[in-house]
T-cell receptor, first 116, second 111 residues
């Protein structure tokens, strides 16, 4: 599969627990993005990596959220002390640096988080 | 006020109909504009970029009016397979690497 892969597809967790999601981008893509989408809304930007460097972070990314891309390949998004408001679809996307922003974006299928 | 606002929808149209979606954006320094399509419980996918001169891709026509900060998408001869949510997307000055999405407009094409 040459697309963006996200794992797990679904996660149900109890409030207060920590969760971690993984994203494997398209192998030659050096840009990686995390977005969050709640029901009835469009995706909202969370953070962006170029290679291993985290270059942009949204205000939405509270101190309970942390993202890493340690070797410039896969990325993880961790949410600590989950709250019910964290329930959403977490989407990962990747693109090539040489491609204009917005073009060549490939989104993964997302991880759907439900906090109970 | 949201940075990108779209018609709330839903739009239910018969096959073969022409349907138009509108979108406005609040930041006059926005740089790039797109329409994405998202099928139910799937990831968003780029439908087309939007240029000031207007652009067409088969049955789809996109228009941008920078003065009015307005974007439109016209779908002619609607097909059942066009049923999806259409997301208006812009990039903002100063955050050129992130996409700002509207809430989407849901389209259902009826047989």
């Amino acid at each position: 599969d040459t697309g963006v892969s996200q794992d797990p597809r679904h996660k149900i967790t109890k409030r207060g627990q920590n969760v971690t999601f993984r994203c494997d981008p398209i192998s030659e893509h050096n840009r990686l993005y995390w977005y969050r989408q709640t029901l009835g809304q469009g995706p909202e930007f969370l953070t962006y990596f170029q290679n291993e460097a985290q270059l942009e972070k949204s205000r939405l990314l509270s101190d309970r959220f942390s993202a890493e891309r340690p070797k410039g390949s896969f990325s993880t998004l961790e949410i600590q002390r989950t709250e019910q408001g964290d329930s959403a679809m977490y989407l990962c996307a990747s693109s090539l640096r040489q491609v204009g922003v917005g073009l060549g974006y490939t989104f993964g299928s997302g991880t759907r988080l439900t906090v109970v | 006020r949201k940075e990108v606002e779209q018609d709330p929808g839903p739009f239910n149209v018969p096959e073969g109909a022409t349907v138009a979606f509108n979108c406005t954006y609040s930041n006059s320094a926005s740089q790039s504009f797109f329409w994405y399509r998202q099928d139910c419980r799937k990831e968003p996918k780029l439908l087309m970029s939007v240029y000031s001169s207007g652009n067409e891709d088969g049955r789809f026509t996109a228009q941008l009016n920078r003065a009015s900060q307005y974007i439109s998408l016209l779908i002619r001869d609607s097909k059942l397979s066009d049923s999806a949510t259409y997301l208006c997307v812009v990039t903002l000055s100063g955050s050129a690497r992130q996409l700002t999405f509207g809430s989407g407009t849901q389209l259902t094409v009826l047989p």
